[in-house]
């Protein structure tokens, strides 16, 4: 009922930046939140950040002060802006929604290696 899909990754040097987009369809008018997940080489999926219906956000830790996670309501569209990227942000990157569901896009890949 909710479809995602991802864009905006790829392989930048360390210190560089990169802006992803998470395009909403379906029954967006449910979704309750929105969050980035990244998953590097084995290891788990972990929470990024994460944006409410109603504007309030949340970081893990080891991104607060280099992402910011946003919403432009008029394109169904939450973006997450990556700035001074570290060879240790490399890894695909999961657009989530809740809804009556949860919602999960396809994934892109961001390598951050010189």
Do not use: H
């Not at 967006?28 to 290891?43: E, H």
């Amino acid at each position: 009922q909710v479809q995602l899909v991802e864009s905006g990754g790829g392989l930048v040097q360390p210190g560089g930046s990169l802006r992803l987009s998470c395009a909403a369809s379906g029954s967006i008018f449910s979704i309750k939140a929105t969050g980035w997940y990244r998953q590097a080489p084995g290891k788990q999926r972990e929470l990024v950040a994460l944006i409410t219906s109603g504007g309030n956000t949340n970081y893990a830790e080891y991104v607060k002060g280099r992402f910011t996670i946003s919403r432009d309501n008029a394109k169904n569209t939450v973006y997450l802006q990556m700035d001074s990227l570290k060879p240790e942000d490399t890894a695909v990157y999961y657009c989530n929604a809740i809804s009556y569901y949860t919602y999960w896009g396809q994934g892109t890949q961001v390598t951050v290696s010189s």
